[in-house]
């Protein structure tokens, strides 16, 4: 199944940043079957509050593509979008949101509240819980192994 | 007064977006009296949906300061934040923003929602109005210069 595929990828690139010591969180972009962005969580190693998997993933589609509007892509991302990298998604007019494991303390897909149903000027459709165990244990065995 | 000596700063990057092509926003983050990262909007000529002023000046304070939290730092912005800006704001940990012009159509500090009373972990003091005139005008005779 081409969702399970692009996210396994997603999980890939977050066991990447488990591997440097950052929350394990990561992110594809995919146009007509491409991948045309990418990003893994790197907050601690990048010095910066913007380092989330996805937003370095849409800075990347938007290079590749050639400007900000992500139409006819697609956003895997192992970790329900907390608001920052909600907003971007709104920004960038991506039409469509996979996503992994929830997020009970930031995410913006339901969880703590739902930004794609609020009374802004886009909004993608969303699917949740693809590899949504894996995501979630992925996530788990890195805080434990913090304590 | 200091805060409105920062906000023409902010307002002045917002002219140089301006003389680009871009809407005018323009953004500064201070420490202890020092500007430690500006930025102004370039979504068009940066190719990027991340490109809103917050954003880079977010980015560039981390940088300057040497990491993801920037305790003890102030933002001014000449436009109330949209959810992506608001959510960096948050992960970013900034303790106080000041903005110009509210921005009916994606504020997120009351206008279309308020992010900052949600149940994020982070919770920042916020100062409307600062020079806000001067900050609306300056958004409408761009939009004015369009038509």
Chains 1, 2 share one sequence.
């Not at 066991?15 to 601690?44: K, L, S, T």
């Not at 938007?62 to 907003?87: D, F, H, I, K, N």
């Not at 949740?128 to 913090?146: D, V, Y």
Request: net charge negative.
């Amino acid at each position: 199944m081409d969702h399970e595929c692009y996210m396994r990828q997603a999980l890939e690139l977050a066991r990447q940043a488990m591997a440097e010591g950052e929350v394990p969180v990561g992110c594809v972009i995919v146009r007509d079957g491409v991948v045309v962005g990418q990003g893994r969580n790197r907050r601690e190693t990048g010095y910066t509050a913007l380092g989330h998997a996805e937003i370095e993933a849409i800075h990347q589609a938007c290079q590749t593509l050639g400007g900000w509007r992500l139409a006819g892509c697609s956003l895997y991302v192992t970790l329900e979008p907390c608001p920052m990298c909600a907003g971007a998604i709104i920004n960038a007019r991506i039409p469509a949101l996979y996503y992994g494991a929830k997020d009970d303390k930031a995410g913006c897909c339901g969880s703590v509240l739902n930004l794609f149903e609020e009374r802004f000027n886009h909004h993608p459709r969303i699917y949740s819980g693809i590899l949504g165990q894996e995501c979630a244990q992925l996530l788990q065995n890195f805080f434990l192994n913090l304590r």
